[in-house]
């Protein structure tokens, strides 16, 4: 809740100034209870802030159980993604707006091994985010990219473009992971909170789909957070193998079969499942690309409250970016991503998204995003590692 008078008010003047804006509502600047500290590019690390779930169908011979793990890790993240800012700092944030070329680079070093992370802005108008998230010991890799469009009905909507690719490679098996929508809860009481729409799908190169199905807290009953999930092979969707039902913020259970009859395999819980921190280099040994040497100064005016020098700060930033593209386009270049590669088709994406009717939207993503190895061996750098060859 807010927490004096001048917050209230400007709680409902923000309120008030989405409720009329026509656009996109990333371009409003937002009050300060309101304002994160964290940028979109570090929002990537959320895939995998539990390696050793994120790396355990690359271990798994059957095919079945291994969709099953894969919708298990998925159902694992959507609190690290979407609940994680606002548990730790009361209620959820606006976070900063990336510019293009920022990059977020890190590890994580655990019992599976080391798990690695490039997180890339590959555009600003529109934003897009492009990561790569790999095991090279476990032989697991996941990219994908994505674009946030905001819109205002009777609360903040934002519908998410793009997608993940997960890849085994012992079994040179693939995943197509969709991303949800979502819409932002407590707005007007200044305790805002993400809630999930519609439905997630996840297509494998081994015909089996998964389909997650969104609900949240209506007027009368359900929990927040809640879901329902079926696992089935493509063309049954009637005879689940596999379902799984709870709050993707707390915990849930997964049955054999139906929901109704299946027996009770297995279960996950939060707050069982302790997160392992990101590694990323020191502030002093960054690039001046990489997200939290950028945002350091606007980071600390929001830490302490100062808007002026919150805005200040951002304006530089936002400022030379505009310069250095201006410069480019008479100059007749364009920027060139570091670890990313814009495709014009991909015929993975195409055949996995068959079977549910999905479709690439490359025209609002600036293009389809791949990870290039190529690029990437010329630019890795502790706490990177150099990768094997991607197949």
Sequence with gaps: MPRDASTSKALLK????????????SSLTAPPFILGTISLTEFSSYWAEH?????????EPDPEKRALLVLKWFLSTLKQ????????LGSEKKPLNPFLGELYLG????????????????????????????NEQHGIRLQGYNAQKASFSRTIQV????????????????????????HIEGLIYGNPFVELNNKTYIVSSSGYIARVDYSGKGWVSGKKNSFDAILYKEGQEKEPLYTIDGQWNESFTIRKGSKKHGDVIDSYAASLNRTTPLQIAPLEEQGEL????????????????????????????ENAQREMRKKEQAEGKTWERRYFTKLESDP?????????????EADRTGGIWRFDINKAKQHMKPPLQAQPELK
Aim: charged residues 25%; neutral net charge.
């Design 348 to 360: 993975l994406f195409e055949k996995l998204a068959k079977p549910i009717g999905e479709k690439i």
């Design 51 to 59: 390696p050793s779930i994120f790396v355990a169908p690359a271990s």
């Design 107 to 134: 590890k994580w070093e655990d019992e599976a091994g080391t798990t690695q992370l490039v997180s890339e802005q590959v555009s600003h108008h529109p934003p897009v985010t492009a990561y790569c998230i790999w």
């Design 14 to 25: 923000f309120v008030k100034s989405i409720a009329s804006f026509n656009g996109d509502l």
């Design 81 to 88: 993604q979407y609940c994680s800012r606002s548990d730790k």
């Design 290 to 317: 990489e997200a939290h040497r950028a945002w350091k100064k606007v980071i600390d005016a929001i830490i302490k409250g100062d808007m002026d020098t919150t805005n200040y700060e951002k304006s530089k930033i």
């Design 159 to 182: 519908k998410q473009i793009g997608h993940a690719l997960l890849h085994l490679d012992k079994y040179n098996e693939d995943y197509l992971i969709t991303i949800p929508a979502l």
